[in-house]
């Protein structure tokens, strides 16, 4: 069994493969081209990077994906290409929140790209053609969908069998509504993934970590990306900033991702304006896809924390959003468009992306913003300290980052018990203590591939005593202790259950062998019992109606022009043979 | 192999009172734990002495775990005094949209019971037994499989029928048992219709309370629901509509909505307040628990938000003028408002009552659909010329989804609950007759064992069933060996069987023949025409990797993509004698293929052949 690891920085992707089964884990956008794009190619649209999971393997060969969150989503969308021209057979696994938010998510983006290039297609700074920045266009939206017609959602705690070879289940994560971790059985292994990992409250349902332990490798995942900022901490911040701006006459944007934490701050920074008795300072979100974000997040109430749970169950909706917009105090819009120039004038705070603020709304502002010191972002998302915006004075960094820390992931592998422990070597810039881990961690470099060594496993088929009383088994000539026998018919699995049925009608256009040797006599005789009449023995050829049988010592010819006579004479060739 | 035994504390050849007790081996399990509407004494409730023996012990030891399908009272009525009065500590399982609404039923349905007895009934559960109770509650997802313990497993599959209703399998070993609960086949206004996969259970329990209808079509149904309605406040009626708060209600809801919007209708239409409000906002909470196309719009437009239906004030609305239409729970004309409102319209001929559900024995909606016209309500006689309708908008399968589920699922065996004894007879023969299945339909109380046959166990490495299932994803047909060690079963690759055990290949050649019309082409001319009908088939055909080789003038060859098989058709001209003892030249196409390669191959091209026959060059 071999692990590559596909991913070029810390966001994960790794490739597991065996000779009969291909699994792809995750597969993540990175930004950063996007600000590299701004700062050294003016005049080139914007570009994404996605991994590059098909110098690896050929797309078309993976068997199934399995995500375990929007983020880790966004990358596959642009592998559907090749994937229809071949008519992929493979199935993307994700829970139903995760497909939802990626829905969401990946519309923003592209949208977001798609206004940025024509700007400055349309602009007159560009009278010689646009650069070429490293990285991806957006995806059309064609194949976004096509993408996504592939995915069949699943829910926590529910195995999938892949084809007898594996299975994998997925398990909360406590990152963001719907994510998971997966444990992943190959062969005699155990694999628990884990990423985007989460013991801390959040909005999301508690995360299951008994479900991960004991397995054989562990692969780690997603740690928090600013180890030196406390999440709590990070919120205070934020809140004495929000205060301290809109006090003095400014507004604030926040440049978030359309859900995951920001629904949580949507929330806590309303309260706390309302707290400080400054109530009246309207709130925006504003994106293309705020309602549908918003909407989203109040109907998976089974994926909630249990306080949200319980707040669902009055009914109420789990987030006071709704309340907040009900009250004026919160408004949506799709865009800065709908006549909205007003609001810019009086103190507000914004919510809207993009956080690398290289697109979208926190473009648009920042822009506008420049010049004016009272104004200031809060960059709540992770991931973009090194944005130069970051060093501006108007622009104050406190990534509220709910991931685990050195310490969290080191205190869950003494827990977890993994026999091995597998991690990207990305992760040990943030995080260089891991290598002091109880368990070792075998360090993989992007594109290092490992075997590890796995036995092949044995399945159990079911079979009616009836079913397998139709297989006749004789003894073998070097073996008589052993008995072997032709066995034709249908192999079913349901629930990773194999069952067999002899149903020996469908079969006949499957590569059949058989062995052994038969008499003339013997066939002869098998074919009259089998109802065959007007039998004649010459030599070595049975004569029969419309046809005959040629008998070798190791080969057999039948001769009939009726595809079924053929069929019921072979039938009777099967029960003569011997070892 | 543990065997099964089933037995019907409730809803055997009987609807009410749900509960039906399940073993396999020693795991016991109670599917529903519901209440009797019929009934005000004791046989509301199933009979839980018949687990204890009638010693003064707890449900505990007996149980290992509890399940309800769906918020129904009939499923889950008698919860509260199973787990606080009888006693029973164990986990209860449920999905989460039953979990919060079950409750609220479970306290209306306190008030009621405790109001109507004034205050005799003395020993009922009370409100802080509700809340015990649902603290033993477990959330159940979707799919999502539970392990009880090292033995007992539960799964849930989507039902239809009201929100949140799941059926549920259970699996000890190799055994399992389906129990449906209530649930519905066709997708309607506002739920999907009932799933699970081909689990092959060995027992299908399934409830069976339109077992011998198969009701006309959804549609004509809901237009002749509409055209009565319609026609009664044409006339000045009022028309009384009793539903459950919950589930055929918003159906209904939706429904006339649409019509009152599309015929332009201000005829007043009310829902009586309380749960309905409620109830609203528990669609919207649960909308993955609605069906595709609700989900699908319900960011831009929430079907639940109606924009006719008001609340019914009784002060106001009762005794108003003119006509209405009025949503009124409870739906059985047992208690409350819609008993209340019946009282007062009941005795104007022009007004209309629509019962769209079933009734059970002993309410009073049930003695009005049986033709009963005079009432004593509150000691006073009333003679009722209210308009009786029954329309069956109740959700549950048919005759026909009900052997839908048959098909869909696979069981051994299947066994009737939830009807009426004479109708799941009739069923069970049919299922009986139809597909061989055995069928069950027992009385309360009465045990069912089922013996399970041992399975024969085979062993397969798990390459070759991916070998053999490609990417079929859960059936494939196949030819392997199965060898037997003296220990165990194994299924092997035929070469590796061979090789194992020393044992030669037998080959088999299949042959057939095509005979040409009389002509003078010689095997030549025909095989060189004959090439070139084939290069045009194959294409895109089973034999689009097969490479033709050789170049023998009168016959071709095509190599399997590996080489190691090879197909031919040679073409020969026999010389012959006829009757009369003339020459005679026969012209024929020999068709000769190995077993070892796809059977359909060789009989493509004998069927090539006998096609390329009709166009022979003379
Ligand atoms: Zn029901």
Known sequence: MELTNISSNTSPCWLLRTESIVILADCCLDFS??????????????????????????????????????????????MSKSWKEKDWGGVIYCTLPTLEFTKIYVQEIGLYMEEVENELRNSELTDKPLGNMPGEKMVEQEQVDACFSYVKTINYGEPIDLFGIA??????????????????????????????????????????????????ILILNGLKSCPGFSPDRSVNDACATLDETVKRGGSVMFPVYPTGVMLDLLEIFIDYLAQMGRGHIPFYFISPIAKAALAHAQIYPEALSEAKKEKASLPQFPFDHDLAIEKGKLKIYEDTNEGLSAIFRGPAVFFGGHPS????????????????????????????????????????????????????????????KPKELVICQAILHTHPKL????????????????????????????????????????????????????????????????????????????????????????????????????????????????????????????????????????????????? | MPDIRIVPLGAGQDVGRSCILVSIGNKNVMFDCGMHMGYQDARRFPDFNYITGGDQTTLTPHIDAVIISHFHLDHCGALPYMSEQVGYEGPIYMTMPTKVICPILLEDFRKVVTKRSAGAETNFFTSEMIKNCMR??????????????????????????????????????????????????????????????????????????????????????????????HRCVENGGKVLIPVFALGRAQELCILLEQYWDRMKLNVPVYFTAGLAEKATNYYKLFVNWTNEKIKSSFVERNLFDFKYIKAFQKEIHMNQSGPQVCFATPGML???????????????????????????????????????????????????????????????????????????????????????????????????????????????????????????????????????????????????????????????????????????????????????????????????????????????????????????MNSIELASPDMSQTISIVAEKLKTFDTFGNHKSERVLKVTWPLSVDDEIGILLSRLSKEFALVVPR
Not at chain 1, 167 to 176: E, K, T, Y
Not at chain 1, 389 to 405: E, I, Q, Y
Not at chain 2, 446 to 464: F, H, R, Y
């Open chain 1, 33 to 78: 081209s996007l600000i590299y794009s701004r700062h050294h190619h003016k005049t080139c649209p914007p570009r994404v990077l996605v991994p590059n999971v098909h110098q690896y393997v050929d797309l078309y060969e993976i068997d199934v994906i399995i995500v375990s969150n929007y983020h880790t989503f966004a990358g596959l969308p642009w």
């Open chain 1, 167 to 216: 299975s994998v289940i997925a398990h909360s994560s406590g990152f963001c509504i719907g994510s998971c971790n997966w444990m992943i059985e190959i062969y005699d292994k155990k694999i628990a993934y884990i990423c985007d990992h989460t013991s801390l409250k959040t909005h999301a349902s508690r995360v299951d970590t008994k479900a991960l332990k004991d397995s054989d």
């Open chain 1, 357 to 416: 603020m290289e697109l979208g709304l926190a473009r648009k502002l920042g822009k506008d913003w420049a010049n004016n010191p009272k104004n200031k972002f809060i960059v709540t998302e992770c991931g973009f300290q090194n944005n130069t915006f970051a060093g501006r004075l108007n622009v104050k960094h406190a990534p509220v980052d709910t991931r685990m820390t050195t310490t969290g992931a080191k205190l869950m592998v003494q827990e977890l």
């Open chain 1, 435 to 579: 290598r002091e881990s109880v368990i070792p961690p075998r360090i993989f470099h992007p594109g290092k591939t490992h075997d590890f060594s796995s036995f092949k496993t044995y399945r159990d088929v079911k079979m009616d005593v009836s079913a397998a009383s139709k297989v006749t088994l004789q003894p073998t000539p070097g073996r008589p202790d052993v008995c072997v026998g032709p066995i034709s018919g249908t192999l079913n699995i349901s629930n990773g259950q194999f069952r067999f049925t002899t149903d020996y009608e469908g079969t006949s256009n499957i590569e059949q062998k058989l062995w052994g040797a038969m008499t003339v006599e013997g066939l002869a005789k098998q074919l009259r019992l089998d109802g065959f009449k007007n039998i004649k023995v010459k030599g070595r050829k049975i004569m029969l109606d419309g046809g005959f049988v040629q008998l070798g010592t190791q080969s057999t010819h039948i001769h009939h022009d009726s595809n079924s006579v053929r069929r019921k004479i072979l039938l009777s060739c099967r029960k003569t043979l011997t070892p």
């Open chain 2, 136 to 229: 033993k509650v477990e959330i159940v997802g979707l799919h999502q499989v539970i392990n009880v313990d090292d033995e007992l497993s539960i799964k849930a599959y989507y039902a239809g029928h009201v929100l949140g209703a799941a059926m549920f399998k259970i699996t000890v070993g190799d055994e399992s048992v389906l129990y449906t609960g209530d649930f519905n086949m066709t997708p309607d206004r506002h739920l999907g219709a009932a799933w699970a996969d081909r689990c092959k259970p060995t027992v299908l329990i399934s409830e069976s309370t339109y077992a011998t209808t198969i009701r006309d079509s959804k549609r004509s149904r809901e237009r002749d629901f509409l055209k009565k309605i």
């Open chain 2, 334 to 552: 047992h208690a409350g408002m819609s008993l209340e409102i019946f009282q007062n319209w009941c005795t104007d001929e022009k007004n209309c009552i629509i019962m769209p559900g079933y009734c059970v024995a002993g309410t009073v909606g049930h003695r009005l659909l049986h033709g009963e016209r005079h009432f004593k309500f509150n000691g006073v006689n009333v003679t009722s010329r209210i308009k009786v309708e029954y329309m069956s908008f109740s959700a549950h399968a048919d005759a026909k989804g009900i052997m839908q589920i048959i098909k869909m699922t696979e069981p051994k065996n299947v066994m009737f609950v939830h009807g009426e004894a004479a109708k799941m007879e009739f069923l069970a023969k049919k299922v009986q007759k139809d597909m061989g299945l055995p069928c069950f339909t027992p009385a309360n109380g009465e045990t069912v064992n089922i013996s399970c046959p041992p399975q024969i166990k085979v062993k397969i490495e798990s390459d070759l069933a991916r070998k053999i299932m490609k990417r079929s994803l859960n059936r494939a047909a196949f030819h392997a060996a199965l060898v037997n060690d003296g220990n165990e079963l194994e299924l092997l690759h035929p070469d590796v069987a061979m090789k194992k055990l020393k044992v030669k290949q037998h080959h088999f050649q299949m042959n057939t023949s095509v005979n040409l019309p009389e002509g003078n082409s010689t095997p030549e001319q025909i095989i060189v025409s004959l090439r070139l009908l084939i290069k045009t088939y194959i294409d895109g055909s089973l034999m689009e990797k097969w490479v033709p080789v050789g170049n023998m």
